[in-house]
């Protein structure tokens, strides 16, 4: 430790201009020993905080999926597939994309009147602004509920009609989240 000491900057004395630094002549006495072990404490010091880093990086990875895709997820869960397919049902038919979710963005979860959900969102391939489909997930639950936007009249400053179909029974919480997530 005493050779850190050594090796910091000096402030000028009495009398000496203001703002300038000079080195402490002390720095040059290090013994070459000495400094090879600081430098060896510091590269280990170093490699410990990078593994340390990177090991709660991957656990946070591995502990939340919020790069999965919702076509990934329903691949993964079968029941998650079903409660989907069963939710699109009204509207597959007139909206083909809904099938396999579309343009897709990574999962979010998030929490409504103390319910935790699982939100899947995508929209109509190379047409987003015209369709745009929002589903949530309760974990555990056996029913998934969203909306579907179908924008209408869009000339730059956004649609001059929308139309929104609700998909399951979402209760009003439900209801209010899915429709900012919608139209923000």
Same mark, same amino acid.
């Given at each position: 430790m005493a050779a850190?000491?050594?090796?910091?900057?000096?402030?000028?004395?009495?009398g000496a201009r203001r703002g300038l #630094?000079?080195?402490?002549?002390r720095a040059d006495s290090i013994p070459a020993e000495e400094d090879d072990a600081m430098n060896r $404490?510091?590269?280990?010091?170093? #490699? #410990? *905080? *990078?593994?340390?880093?990177s090991t709660a990086a991957g656990a946070t990875a591995a502990e939340g999926?919020?790069?999965? /895709?919702?076509?990934? %997820?329903?691949?993964q869960r079968p029941a998650v597939a079903a409660q /989907?397919?069963?939710?699109?049902?009204?509207? #597959?038919?007139?909206? &083909?994309?809904?099938?396999?979710?579309? $343009?897709? $963005?990574?999962?979010?979860r998030i929490t %409504?009147? &103390?319910s935790e959900y699982v939100v899947l969102s995508g929209c109509k391939p190379h047409d987003c602004s015209a369709e745009s489909l929002v589903t949530l997930l309760r974990p555990g639950g056996d029913a998934a509920v969203g909306a579907l936007a179908v924008n209408r009249g869009d000339a &730059?400053? &956004?649609p001059k009609r929308s139309t929104l179909t609700w998909l399951g029974e979402p209760d009003r919480a439900e209801r209010r989240f899915i429709a900012a997530y919608l139209f923000r």
């Open positions: 850190w000491f050594a090796r910091r900057l000096v402030l000028p004395q009495n #630094a000079r080195r402490d002549d $404490t510091r590269l280990i010091r170093a #490699a #410990a *905080l *990078l593994a340390l880093v999926d919020e790069s999965l /895709y919702p076509s990934e %997820l329903r691949q /989907y397919q069963a939710m699109i049902e009204p509207v #597959a038919d007139e909206h &083909g994309w809904v099938e396999d979710g579309g $343009t897709e $963005t990574p999962i979010s %409504l009147d &103390g &730059g400053f &956004g």
